[in-house]
């Protein structure tokens, strides 16, 4: 009898602490498109959408997970159609999380100004308090911050500076690809005007909201990394060159923080620029 008891104990346990069965709804070897996530927000329901890469040797137990972040105005079909990272999932054995946020800033409030919402919840608090949960639960993704990355484009590098910000407990690994960064430099930037609203008439949020300028000293033990094409006309590589030089002075006072900047000489805001640039990230990061 007692040895039944214990076996019980033991299957218990087992399902309780061990890894995750695979979950046999999403196919592996392929990406799974437009999986909804249902929520509530200031009494207003919030749907978002993101698609899955789960690669052929997935078995539900823990494995590194890379958050991908579009550029304003985009979709997941941007790092599903044009990006290294599917074959590079494949080969590494990763599991790729890819949003739908559409003209978000990944902004963590909404003002009176705010002209453009992607939804009614602010995009880096739909990504911290509902994707990242709904990922650990179904996928057993981001469930160890040091396998856990997030990567972007353009405003979408901003949103992972902004994901470890405001939810450092989920990324240890951040790689920005022609990202802005700066809000006091990006007056006519439209995707900060809509978030923050005129500059003239909102000097002082425009300092302090979600400016990685000032967030990037809280920065402690991440692997973070820049790249930016020198030829860009989109976002100005001095956006790169300006938050490379914070990090690296915080480099230089938190031994624990590891950055690297890599310029992509005649680069434009692209995904023949951004590819490479997946490439020497992810060589950054397995050095680290």
């Not at 079909?77 to 074959?87: A, D």
């Not at 590494?92 to 919402?117: G, Q, V, W």
Request: glycine residues 8%; hydrophobic residues 35%; charged residues 20%.
């Amino acid at each position: 009898m007692k040895s039944a008891v214990t076996a019980v104990y033991l299957l218990c346990a087992a399902l309780l602490f061990g890894p995750l069965q695979a979950d046999d709804s999403i196919e592996k070897g392929k990406w799974t498109r437009n999986i909804k996530i249902s929520a509530e927000y200031n009494g207003q329901k919030v749907e978002g959408t993101y698609s899955v890469y789960i690669p052929s040797k997935y078995t539900g137990g823990d494995m590194t997970s890379v958050l991908l972040l579009h550029d304003y105005n985009e979709s997941s079909s941007e790092w599903i159609q044009k990006s290294l990272f599917t074959r590079e999932a494949e080969k590494r054995n990763y599991i790729l999380i890819a949003p739908d946020m559409k003209t978000s800033a990944y902004e963590s409030e909404f003002f009176p100004e705010t002209r453009l919402k992607w939804s009614a919840m602010p995009g880096i608090k739909w990504i911290g308090e509902y994707l990242i949960p709904h990922a650990q639960k179904k996928f057993n993704a981001f469930n160890k911050r040091d396998k856990s990355m997030v990567v972007g484009t353009g405003t979408g590098a901003r949103g992972a500076f902004l994901c470890i910000a405001r939810y450092p407990k989920f990324f240890k690994y951040v790689g920005g690809f022609g990202g802005c960064y700066d809000n006091e430099t990006l007056k006519r930037n439209p995707s900060i005007i809509n978030h923050l609203g005129a500059y003239k008439a909102n000097p002082e949020r425009w300092r302090t909201t979600d400016n990685l300028i000032i967030l990037a000293e809280n920065f402690s033990d991440v692997v973070l990394f820049l790249a930016h094409g020198s030829e860009d006309y989109m976002v100005n590589p001095d956006q790169s060159m300006m938050f490379g030089v914070r990090l690296n002075t915080i480099r230089k006072k938190n031994s624990n923080v590891q950055f690297r900047f890599y310029s992509h000489r005649n680069g434009l805001h692209d995904w023949g620029t951004y590819n490479p640039s997946i490439l020497n990230f992810l060589n950054f990061v397995s050095e680290n």
